[in-house]
């Protein structure tokens, strides 16, 4: 859409200007954040590149703590495991999902991404055609999240529920036909304004959680997310 296509543009000017500046954690978030962009709008190949751009540029970054280098990795595992499952490679979208699940069982600060992982393997679900372990899943995410919403309602609505899609689409999003877009770009989970962040949301972040961080402009303003950068 229109809408997609501009804040992608916005979010590669934000990218170029925090390499520009050597901000590289919110470079790295940035561009996980164009790859997610990608992703959902079903450009696989340069959801690819962006994500692999994210990946390396987080990995120039010096004297991270043990659980946020942790933590960078689970989001590049994270992204991996949403690429397959949506490129139909069931195998490979497990093995991605079982490496975040053992960083996350490591414990320490990244204990609390449990629900991510929820997110994810819901998500993976969902894309393989497993629409009643997509709900189980994705009941178990943050039911905070419009774009886990979104989800749920699509998984009830492709197994035959209307009404419990309809309950799960309490903010209209499906039937606005925005799940990869405006509540994509939305900024939920605990997400850090300016240069930390979250991952799908309304803006995007720059380091945070599991699904990465991302950050860009929305509204004039620089806001961000958590995980899924990714």
Known sequence: SFTAWRRLYTY?????DQMAAGALDGAAGTANAIARLYLETGDFTKAAAWYRTGYDTAKKLSG???DQVDLWEMRWRHAQSRLAARQKDAAGAQAHAAAVKALIDKGGENANQLPIYHYLTGYN????GSYDSALAELEKADQRDPFILALE???AEKRG??????GFDDGGAVAAG???DEVLVRGDQGAQVVAEGDVEGRAVVEGADAHGAEVTRDSG???GHTVDQV
């Open 178 to 180: 925005i799940v990869g």
């Open 64 to 66: 991270l703590p043990a």
């Open 12 to 16: 590669q000017q934000v990218f170029v």
């Open 161 to 166: 529920d209307a009404a419990a899609a309809k």
């Open 221 to 223: 303003g620089l806001v």
């Open 153 to 155: 309602a699509r998984s």
């Open 125 to 128: 679900a969902f894309h393989l």
